[in-house]
Nanobody, 118 residues
């Protein structure tokens, strides 16, 4: 059984920073891409950032230059450093990983709330 456990959300003022972390627990699996998505009320879930097992990174246009994704392939963790936060970054952030046990499928974390407000 594989689980993704997120941490690090919260309330921050505009211009501030937060760091999100996600750890994959379990055994007998291999992880391909890992990343973060977010969903604001009334909107569709959107890509924030994704990193492959080889370190290839893709960012959503709205976060380029402000957010940085990183990954530890030994610890099976992925982190998202968020700087220069804006009110429009307010959303529930979900960790995502493409994991192969017997077949490749997507796994999701439970979500962590990020609120940017003064």
């Amino acid at each position: 059984q594989v689980q993704l456990v997120e941490s690090g959300g919260g309330l921050v003022q505009p211009g501030g920073s937060l760091r999100l972390s996600c750890a994959a627990s379990g055994s007998g699996f291999s992880i391909h891409a890992m990343g973060w998505y977010r969903q604001a009320p009334g909107l569709q879930r959107e890509l924030v950032a994704v990193i492959t097992s080889r370190g290839i990174i893709n960012y959503g246009d709205s976060v380029k230059g402000r957010f940085t994704i990183s990954r530890d392939n030994v610890k099976n963790t992925v982190a998202l450093q968020m700087n220069s936060l804006k009110p429009e970054d307010t959303a529930v952030y979900y960790c995502n990983a493409d994991i192969r046990i017997f077949q490749l499928r997507a796994y999701w974390g439970q979500g962590t709330q990020v609120t940017v407000s003064s």
